[in-house]
């Protein structure tokens, strides 16, 4: 089974509008995190946010924001006021803790393309 | 700039030759990651070191694959007698010690691999 679903391959927005790229997750994990990374065209991943399965409050970060809705095992990133240099491929990934067996790597999800629109 | 480097950033290569990429993490990083990319995909899992110590392989690191890190700083990915099932992206990521999950990878720009 996946357990990083990313269910948009591409997203198009208007310039300064917000936007919404879905992720939903699966583990049976209780202590795990999420991170959103964005990959231009060039191909380095840059780290966005993070949320902790234990995080009372949603992450932000600047323009960015994480919808993380645990009981719906979704961590949905909210991009405001879109610029045309976010376009590029977005990446939900999650850590599991030791105790699922797994080492210490991010399982990522396929990706959504979203291009901003002038 | 003092993010993580990798080196080279593109390499073509005839099936059956074997290359070698080499990853620069952050410098008081002790932990570092390699990752493989198709395209079209996220990134997988290849192997985990922290300092010397490689601590985890994945099962897509075949017997043609090995990973060094000697001394705790650098580390290099060799691939021998290469495929064309080889080509793909090879990202490096290192970490500062953290929680368990709350450990924040940086990645390199990737070396991409062209197997003729």
């Known amino acids: 089974a996946q357990k990083i679903t990313q269910t948009q391959p591409g997203m198009f927005v208007q310039e300064k509008e917000a936007v919404t790229l879905d992720c939903t997750y699966d583990?049976?994990?209780?202590?795990?995190?999420l991170f959103w990374y964005k990959q231009p065209s060039s191909g380095e991943m840059i780290f966005l946010i993070y949320?902790?399965?234990?995080?009372?409050q949603n992450a932000t970060e600047g323009r960015y924001s994480l919808n993380f809705q645990k009981a719906r095992k979704s961590a949905n990133l909210v991009i405001s006021a879109s610029q045309l240099g976010d376009s590029a491929m977005y990446f939900c990934?999650?850590?599991?803790?030791?105790?699922?067996?797994?080492?210490?790597?991010?399982?990522f999800g396929s990706g959504t393309q979203l291009t901003v629109l002038p | 700039d003092t993010g993580v480097s990798q080196d080279p950033r593109h390499k073509i290569t005839k099936r059956g030759q074997n290359v070698t990429f080499r990853c620069d993490p952050i410098?008081?990083?002790?932990?570092l990651y390699w990752y493989r990319q198709t395209l079209g995909q996220g990134p997988e899992f290849l192997t985990y070191?922290?300092?010397?110590?490689?601590?985890?392989k994945s099962r897509l690191l075949s017997d043609r694959f090995s990973a060094e890190r000697p001394k705790g700083s650098f580390s290099t990915l060799e691939i021998q007698r290469t495929e064309q099932g080889d080509s793909a992206m090879y990202l490096c990521?290192?970490?500062?010690?953290?929680?368990?999950?709350?450990?924040?990878?940086?990645f390199g720009p990737g070396t991409r691999l062209t197997v003729l």
């Open positions: 990521a290192s970490s500062l010690p953290s929680t368990e999950v709350t450990d924040t990878q940086y």
């Open positions: 583990t049976s994990d209780p202590s795990y995190g």
């Open positions: 949320q902790g399965s234990y995080d009372q």
């Open positions: 990934a999650m850590r599991e803790s030791f105790s699922s067996g797994s080492a210490r790597q991010l399982t």
């Open positions: 410098s008081e990083h002790n932990r």
């Open positions: 070191f922290q300092n010397e110590a490689q601590l985890e």
